[in-house]
């Protein structure tokens, strides 16, 4: 920030600037005319700089401020300003430069063409040129008339898919000057790319700020008032629009705002990685749980002796290409384990059975609509407790029992209003990340039914689901009446007990005693 001033005399006064012509850079900028939450990035040398947040936060007034500065200062500084649409430039991007330059009396010092949309420093021909990437052929052919591009601005940077930022990203490349993309835009749905790339996985090469309109020091107070009367109107609205959380297109069918709060709240997992065992082909001995990053189980609260736990599962099928499991104390209905595998049956049912009897013999409901594998397999295993449903049978009519649970057009409205519910009243119950972001994206469509928003997943929020709906057939009470008494131990126990990790062991003593 200092570098820049010092090519800047002082300003005076209210005053904001002070031009003197073409020939004389020493024009007065005064600090003051910046939102002084910003000020720490007019000397930003990261290759991204990542500007987001909720309406009236006066980020595109500082984007513009800033270059203004740079191409009076640079040596080379070459803008290519690009939204999805050209056209949108011209009243938006293009409009803001003319409107500050106007204002910091600057006129002499840039030549503004209107037909070309194009500004160019009079001093040294330093350029910003206005483009759409609706024509990408246009912006593959833009040369400068003084040295090379170095920046590129993208304004609404939510409108643009990732793969038209990653063209543009390979076009700043090379050459001798320092490059920066500036990237600026509202948040909009949770499972955008930008929340992904900018957001979640943060690196050395860029700089993220989010900034809201109470950031802005010279916000009008009309406009702030109207803000903040979404506040009672549509809360949900406000927290997306005015604060810049991320949030759903569409309506949602649970809770946002809960949702987005709590999500704000989580802690990483106790414990991630994913069960190792011995099959022979007719069982599973040997079950161990061994941490890995990239394990398919994340453990947020560990399994306590005594406490009944209940696990729902969602096979893949239409379209899904992930088998999930979600684990719930059955005494408080919090969510305590994730087991998500992607493509597998039989990994994923072992896994299951594992995880099942890790979380002590959790009933398992497994969703049977599109087959029955994973549950006959279970039962081939020898587990000991699954979800029986009562049902009609085809060829007498009689009433029977079967495993698994059946989503249909009866079934799905009430397991996904009893979870609304849950979010509703008891959103603390939720840990895990993946969970929720499938939740703010399950919407409903025109038609009213809830579903997953196109291109998202919906494994997790209906294996968490079913096992909400699934707990009644499991204890609601925690048993300890045996814990920690000895009791005698089985081959297995003792088998497993051997083979297991210290705090395997641990566990197995306080529920079973020593052996």
Known sequence: MKNIFARLASGKGEGETGGRGANDMNVNIDKRVFNRVYLPLLDCRTRYLVLYGGAGSGKSVFVVQRFLIRLMTEPICNLLVVRQVADTNRNSTFALFKQIISRWGLDRLFRISEGEMKITCAKNSNTVIFKGLDDPEKIK??????????????????????????????????????????????????????????????????????????????????????????????????????????????????????????????????????????????????????????????????????????????????????????????????????????????????????????????????????????????????????????????????????????????????????????ANERVELFNDAKTIEEMLTFVRNEKGRPEAMEGEHDDCVMSLAIAHYIRPQQSFEREEKDVGKKIKWTADMLEDYENGSAEDRAAMVEKWGKP
Request: proline share 2%.
């Open 141 to 422: 052919s833009i040369t400068f008339p003084s040295g090379e591009l170095t920046d590129v601005w993208v304004e609404e940077a939510s409108e643009i898919s990732e793969k038209s930022f990653n063209q543009l990203d390979i076009r700043l490349r090379g050459g001798k000057s320092r490059k920066q993309i500036v990237l600026s835009f509202n948040p909009i749905t949770v499972s955008h790319w930008l929340k992904k790339r900018f957001v979640d996985n943060k690196t050395d090469a860029m700089t993220v700020v989010k900034t809201t309109y109470k950031d802005n020091d010279f916000i009008e107070d009309e406009y702030r008032k109207l803000l903040e009367s979404y506040k009672d109107s549509d809360p949900y609205y406000y927290d997306v629009y005015c604060l810049g959380q991320w949030g759903v297109v569409g309506y949602s069918v649970f809770n946002a705002r809960n949702l987005q709060a709590r999500l704000s709240l989580l802690s990483s997992p106790f414990r991630t990685g994913s069960f190792s065992y011995a099959y022979d082909g007719s069982g599973i001995s040997n079950a161990t749980f061994e941490s890995d990053d990239n394990g398919f189980v994340k453990i947020y609260r560990d399994v306590r002796a005594g406490v009944p736990y209940v696990i729902g599962a969602d096979t893949a099928g239409e379209g899904s290409d992930f088998y999930v499991a979600q684990v719930l104390d059955n005494t408080s209905g919090e969510q305590v384990a994730v087991l998500r595998l992607q493509y597998g049956e039989d990994d994923f049912v072992r896994q299951l059975y594992c995880l099942g009897k890790y979380y002590n013999y959790a009933l398992i409901g497994v969703e049977s609509n599109f087959n029955t594998y994973i549950i006959k397999e279970l039962e081939r295993l020898g587990y000991e407790k699954q979800y029986v449903r009562e049902r009609e049978d085809s060829f007498t009519h009689g009433i029977v029992q079967s495993y698994g649970f059946k989503t249909t057009q009866l079934t799905r409205p009430v397991i996904i209003s009893m979870l609304a519910k849950v």
